[in-house]
């Protein structure tokens, strides 16, 4: 395969999904990026599929902890639509929930 998607058990799909995350890897600047995120919050309910479309942005929470002092504690925040810091932008954390690639 050309592509390589992890993704947590709680994720939906919209049509066009793989379009668009493959449009965001070429406008990475990187020659090997990988998109890596918090996805948002989706659970069904009785009244049909709800699911947030905030942009979680990863932040460091803490280092050390636990007695291991190499442990690094990763959250997210949500960013109102309006926040600069919207859209593509390099990180130096991955988390597993939610990571797409070239499979090269």
Same mark, same amino acid.
């Given at each position: ?5 992890? =993704? ?13 995350? =493959? ?24 009244? /049909? ?5 905030? !942009?979680?942005?990863?932040? !460091?929470?803490? =280092?050390? /902890? ?20 919207? /859209? ?6 991955? !988390? ?9």
């Amino acid at each position: 395969e050309e592509y390589v998607l992890q =993704i947590d058990s709680h994720s939906r799909f919209e049509p066009g999904w793989d379009e668009l995350l =493959i449009d965001m890897l070429s406008r990475c600047p990187s020659p090997k990026p990988v998109l890596a995120l918090f996805p948002p919050n989706y659970s069904p309910d009785e009244r /049909g599929d709800q699911y947030t479309r905030e !942009v979680m942005r990863t932040r !460091v929470v803490g =280092i050390g /902890g636990d007695g291991d002092p190499q442990f690094v504690h990763l959250n997210a925040d949500f960013l109102h639509a309006t926040d600069v810091r919207i /859209g593509l932008y390099p990180t130096a954390w991955w !988390v597993g929930c939610f990571m797409f690639a070239r499979s090269e």
